[in-house]
């Protein structure tokens, strides 16, 4: 095809352009709604209170942790689910429904399930409780709420980076000399890199927004388990100013996280 | 001088790929056949990245028995499967690196080949950037930079645009003449028989015939010999 | 084909036009559409009944309740959405919606006191309120912000007792289901919600409690979008057979 003609790719038709006016306007518009009604000169005095400061170290704190807890499990499986392909049909597809369903769940009833599994009475907690361990109410149990909703997103990015990147380039790495080791650490590790860091900071998003999960398995007290959108949902009740400052918080947080690591580390994630 | 001799069994699905083949240094064998016949799996059961039965010799050493890593057998593979996070210079320097040189270290050890195969102006371009032609040579540089006992090519014109073949299996020809050890080209196009001495023909899994071009057009074992050197 | 019509059309118009303006004085059975209701957790079962006895003698009427805590429904009653009928569990949350104007002769109907929930067999051994002063033992108290919280508050400053808790639920019927799946050693909720549980959960009287007594009003809004139902259902649970309902589950009288 001549340069010429590629140049002149058609436009989008009118139909799919106001579709997608449209679509850009519900994602946009309620955004531009919650600065617009911010209460811009309370804010400073909203975000340096105590309750607002605790919400957001402990979660800062409460992410980074499932962000890391989902690296070190998050890749093992997703390299566990990428030689999957080899499998037969039915364990295949179970392994990848499993691994999906935290994703689709609603997050309560995923708390839910988390209290039954790990609560004092739960079919494991029980045993836990024994040995004097006891999660629910605990920070750690923030950690787990959120790995658990979190996870299967790093889990499916670092899986399609597996895919797509040409292994056989592992096979002319090992006729060119290198060992195994070599290999993992010169060709696998910097083809999937890109898919790793979108995969955390998905993740990462993901267990920072987190709120039935946590809400329903690790319960809502300051500074141990009330994380900015737990703090958010309670302050609409009573106090809808630091409600508001503490959505922007969030907003914020979630902003600055991905501009962070835009194309630095995750070339084609965001430009 | 050294002795390149292939005894291996492949097992696959339809048949058993048996190869035996002998190809001393300084020459190259063409083996040919028709898709399908086995003869990427005898490449790849002598880099050792497919499993074999047998053994294979270089200068009487049984290397079936090593890890691909170990064999030094350098393989041009038909995608060239250059390294598409590193440079041009860094995928020269790659064999260097692996035998333990720092970075730039084995960045210097990458410029003679840069210069021989005049890859110097494209050193820090990667191979997204590559015309065809290009990524060939930096392929074959990457391969001899670390320095196989034995060369093997595989299907090494298919990546390239018709209209430039003969230029590029011109150069090849030349650098395969330059290159110690048994050189192997795999193909299933006639011309390519001209990079090599000798010519040995795969089909279903066997060695049917082997001799020089003008042997095989004058005696052809089979129809597909027959047709392959009219 | 114009005459014709003309005699259904103008019976289409009669009839469309007697649909449309409701009688002065409702009778039971003109009155139709939907009674948006916001309604505290608490109140949940009876309110159900209330609201089914309603449409019984309405069938014109389809009474839609919406539970949550006071606050969160206050706040957006404020924010404007459309409803008839606000029914919360303290005058606090009642007073932010009169404040805003919006609030129709606010009636206190009934009052609950708050009595400590515990696990079935009480396996914390909870006896009674100073046991929230605990440490060791795991409890869940409603959030200040929200009516059970606040007036459980107002018990433990009343009776001198800081309590020890481990969560603050953002409304009673998530510390119920806490105690109920043996997660805590015991709540603070209000006695209705023990009752309502059966035998999930074990109740505690809390003798102290009688004197911080929560009430609840109801009222009916200034813009009620059907303000004649509206009115037949607050005059409805404001009677003695409504109130029954109320009374039957636990409630009190003011």
Known sequence: MPASARRRTRRPGPVVTILAALGLALLVLPLLGLLLRAPWGELPRLLASTEVLQALGLSLLTASLSTLASLVLGIPLAVLLAHSVAWSVVPRRLLR???TIPMVLPPVVGGIALLLLLGRRGVLGQWLAEVGVTLPFTTGAVVIAQTFVAMPFLVFAVEGALRSADRRSELAAASLGASRAQVFR???????????GAGAVLCFTRALGEFGATITFAGSFPGVTRTLPIASYLAMNSDPDTAIALALLLLAVSLAVLLALRDRWLPGVVR | MSLLEIDLVVPRDAFDVVARLEVPSGR???LVGPNGSGKSTVLGAIAGLVAATGTLRLDGRDLAGLPAESRGIGLVFQDLLLFPHLSVRDNVAFPARVRGSARAAARAAADPWLDRFDLRDLADRHPGALSGGQAQRVALARALASQPAVLVLDEPMTSLDVEIRDEVRADLARDIRAFDGPTIVVSHDVADAALADEVAVLERG???QRGTLAQLAAAPATPWVRRFTR | MRRSALPAVVAGVVLLAGCAAPAPTAEPDALAGTVTVLAAASLAGPLDELAAAF???HPGVDVVISYGGSSALAEQIVSGSPVDVFFSANEATMATVADAGLAVDPEVLLTNVLQIAVPPGNPGGVTGLADFADADLTIALCDPAVPCGSAAEKLFAATGITPSAD??????????????????DAALVYVTDVIAAGDEVDGIEVPEAADAVNRYPIARLSGAPNADAAHAFVDLAASA?????FTDAGFGTP
């Open chain 2, 206 to 208: 066997r060695i049917v």
């Open chain 3, 55 to 57: 449409e019984d003698t």
């Open chain 1, 97 to 99: 429904a499993v691994i």
């Open chain 3, 167 to 184: 969560t603050l639920e953002e409304d009673v019927k998530a510390a119920l289901t806490k105690v109920a799946l043996g997660e805590v």
């Open chain 2, 28 to 30: 190259a064998l063409a």
């Open chain 1, 186 to 196: 010169l060709v696998t590790l910097p083809l999937v890199a890109p898919g790793i």
């Open chain 3, 241 to 245: 057979a409504g109130i029954r309902f």
